[in-house]
């Protein structure tokens, strides 16, 4: 939204450095910096044949990873976590597990609802809760094709 506004707005701060959007590619570095905070272990488990997706599910998958971890760091600090990532035919599914207590009470914020409609945004399911055994876990199932399949004749 910052962006547009400043295209829009002619007092907005230009010196701001402008990024492009994070994709599945810097989800390892995303992975190193939530070790590097938390001071747990946190793992990334890939599974499947790593196919280039639309920037768009890239971006989704990112995010939902993103929030999953500062929530474990939040309420579960020091837990281990892992990012899993298994590329399917025709759905990438996430799943990020910590090991922490679990939910001690009702969640507040909006992080939840937020990874939701990321999900939903583009397609997908998200589903939360108390892992088995303990822990809390977040699921995504995100629909995608390959960015070879997008292209236009």
Do not use: K, W
Not at 40 to 56: A, K, M
Not at 59 to 85: F, K, M, S
Request: aromatic content about 2%.
């Amino acid at each position: 939204m910052r962006r547009l506004l400043g295209v829009l707005r002619e007092d907005a701060d230009t010196g701001v450095q402008r990024q492009p959007q994070p994709g599945l590619g810097q989800l390892l570095d995303l992975v190193d910096a939530s070790r590097d905070a938390a001071g747990s272990s946190t793992r990334l488990i890939v599974s499947g044949p790593i196919t280039p997706l639309d920037p768009g599910i890239e971006v989704t998958a990112y995010r939902i990873v993103q929030e999953a971890l500062t929530n474990a760091r939040r309420h579960a600090p020091g837990a281990a976590v892992d990012v899993e990532l298994r590329y399917g035919d025709g759905d990438l599914a996430l799943r990020v597990r910590d090991n922490g207590p679990g939910p001690t009470s009702a969640p507040s914020g909006h992080g939840l609802l937020g990874m939701r409609e990321r999900a939903a945004t583009v397609g997908g399911t998200l589903r939360t809760g108390p892992a088995p055994g303990g822990g809390f876990l977040v699921e995504a199932r995100l629909p995608v094709t390959s960015q070879e399949a997008v292209a236009l004749p």
